[in-house]
């Protein structure tokens, strides 16, 4: 009999990303034929990265780094709250929105770049990390922010460590404000966000469809009246201001000072240091937003 050793079992895992006990089965059975192996494992079913890319993974953790005027924001999933909770699986969603704020949260550069510590790509560390801790891990998205002269102010609600948590925002504010007063005005913005969960940044920025809905169902509830059409415009006109107060990060009235409104705010800053300040834009992610859970996939089936 072939002797099996650990080397060739390793090979196998980072191959199928099957089980070690079923690697070295199937190498036992192949005679240590590391191709025949991964027939083997694959005629009984056995790999596990493919039983396990079926299993929902709306768990997992958000990760966020800034560096210099660009910061980036990731999440990385898993199927359980357990697992976020691993020093592995944490240090990993770290040092992935590390690479991610090099590669201005490019996700096709992102999960081709290296992972140092093994050598592999990211993609392929995920799969890799799924099979080491037995569950199935996603990476699920990505994204970035820059300015040229600015900040990238950044925020993690429901902090499991540096820069990872539940909630991760960033926010682009451009102007040559003094670093302390950008970092500031930076930090109660990204906390607002967080709070607040606006759609876009101005009415401007919305998107069509969005306000087109909200226009159509207001048009419907302001018809109810009875009132003439004209009456009618001017009472869906005054209700999408609200609307805009409600989903638009600039009209939104402050969450730590409901009484102003965070154009006011930004507005006062740059008053007070001299000089013009724009919020660019803004990323916020929360765990699992939009991503069904294995609750409702069970529910659904």
Same mark, same amino acid.
């Given at each position: 009999?072939?002797?099996?050793?650990?080397? &060739?079992?390793?090979?196998?895992?980072?191959?199928?990303?099957?089980?070690?006990?079923?690697?070295?089965?199937?190498?036992?059975?192949?005679?240590?034929?590391?191709?025949?192996?991964?027939?083997?494992?694959?005629?009984?079913?056995?790999?596990?990265?493919?039983?396990?890319?079926?299993?929902?993974?709306?768990?997992?953790?958000?990760?966020?780094?800034?560096?210099?005027?660009?910061?980036?924001?990731?999440?990385?999933?898993?199927?359980?709250?357990?697992?976020?909770?691993?020093?592995?699986?944490?240090?990993?969603?770290?040092?992935?929105?590390?690479?991610?704020?090099?590669?201005?949260?490019? %996700?096709?550069?992102?999960?081709?770049?290296?992972?140092?510590?093994?050598?592999?790509?990211?993609?392929?560390?995920?799969?890799?990390?799924?099979?080491?801790?037995?569950?199935?891990?996603?990476?699920?998205?990505?994204?970035?922010?820059?300015?040229?002269?600015?900040?990238?102010?950044?925020?993690?609600?429901?902090?499991?460590?540096?820069?990872?948590?539940?909630?991760?925002?960033?926010?682009?504010?451009?102007?040559?404000?003094?670093? %302390?007063?950008?970092?500031? &005005?930076?930090?109660?913005?990204?906390?607002?966000?967080?709070?607040?969960?606006?759609?876009?940044?101005?009415?401007?920025?919305?998107?069509?469809?969005?306000?087109?809905?909200?226009?159509?169902?207001?048009?419907?509830?302001?018809?109810?009246?009875?009132?003439?059409?004209?009456?009618?415009?001017?009472?869906?006109?005054?209700?999408?201001?609200?609307?805009?107060?409600?989903?638009? &990060?600039?009209?939104?009235? &402050?969450?730590?000072?409901?009484?102003?409104?965070?154009?006011?705010?930004?507005?006062?800053?740059?008053?007070?240091?001299?000089?013009?300040?724009?919020?660019?834009?803004?990323?916020?992610?929360?765990?699992?937003?939009?991503?069904?859970?294995?609750?409702?996939?069970?529910?659904?089936?």
């Amino acid at each position: 009999m072939a002797e099996i050793s650990a080397s &060739l079992v390793k090979a196998l895992r980072e191959k199928t990303s099957a089980g070690m006990m079923d690697c070295k089965k199937a190498l036992t059975e192949a005679g240590g034929d590391l191709e025949v192996a991964v027939d083997w494992l694959r005629k009984k079913g056995l790999s596990a990265a493919a039983k396990r890319s079926g299993r929902i993974a709306s768990e997992g953790l958000v990760g966020l780094c800034v560096a210099g005027g660009s910061g980036a924001v990731v999440e990385i999933n898993s199927e359980t709250d357990f697992v976020a909770r691993n020093a592995l699986f944490r240090d990993f969603v770290a040092g992935v929105a590390q690479i991610a704020a090099g590669l201005q949260g490019d %996700e096709d550069a992102i999960k081709a770049a290296t992972w140092s510590a093994s050598g592999r790509s990211i993609a392929d560390e995920v799969t890799h990390l799924a099979a080491t801790i037995g569950e199935n891990i996603t990476f699920r998205r990505a994204a970035g922010l820059s300015v040229a002269e600015g900040i990238v102010a950044a925020y993690v609600h429901s902090a499991q460590g540096p820069g990872i948590g539940k909630i991760a925002v960033l926010v682009a504010i451009e102007g040559a404000a003094p670093g %302390e007063a950008l970092q500031d &005005l930076g930090k109660k913005l990204a906390m607002h966000v967080a709070a607040a969960n606006p759609m876009a940044v101005s009415r401007d920025e919305l998107p069509a469809d969005a306000l087109e809905r909200e226009r159509a169902v207001l048009v419907e509830q302001a018809r109810a009246s009875g009132k003439p059409d004209a009456v009618i415009q001017k009472m869906v006109e005054g209700r999408l201001s609200k609307f805009y107060e409600e989903v638009c &990060l600039l009209e939104q009235p &402050l969450v730590m000072d409901p009484q102003t409104k965070v154009s006011a705010l930004v507005a006062d800053v740059a008053k007070a240091v001299g000089s013009p300040l724009a919020v660019r834009a803004f990323v916020r992610y929360a765990l699992g937003e939009g991503a069904k859970s294995q609750d409702e996939a069970v529910a659904a089936a």
